[in-house]
Nanobody, 127 residues
């Protein structure tokens, strides 16, 4: 069983930055595609970014392109989400997820692509 634990969320002013981390245990992290999603109150879960097992392929949601960067360190079983130029509309609970079959896809953008999820970390962008 894979466990995912997010950290790094918090309150930040518009225009600020945060880096989220997601630590994985209990599985073969280095072969999973990893993804980030977010969910705001009353809204559906939204794709933010994914990264292939070796980090050579990344995809981003349209609303975060050019501002967010996903990366991973397979030696630490950790995936990161660097968030810059944050806006109030980025406020949400952010979740990381693991896709064991990501090597079969060019991108993993649907929640149904993922088998394992973290508990989420709150990001609030407000002045």
């Amino acid at each position: 069983q894979v466990q995912l634990v997010e950290s790094g969320g918090g309150l930040v002013q518009p225009g600020g930055s945060l880096r989220l981390s997601c630590a994985a245990s209990g599985g073969t992290f280095s072969i999973y595609t990893m993804g980030w999603f977010r969910q705001a109150p009353g809204k559906e879960r939204e794709f933010v970014a994914d990264i292939s097992w070796a980090g050579g392929r990344t995809n981003y949601g349209d609303s975060v392109k050019g501002r967010f960067t996903v990366s991973r360190d397979n030696t630490k079983n950790t995936v990161y989400l660097q968030m810059n130029s944050l806006k109030p509309e980025d406020t949400a609970v952010y979740y990381c997820a693991a896709d064991p079959r990501g090597y079969l896809r060019s991108r993993s953008v649907s929640p149904s692509d993922y088998d394992y999820w973290g508990q989420g970390t709150q990001v609030t962008v407000s002045s």
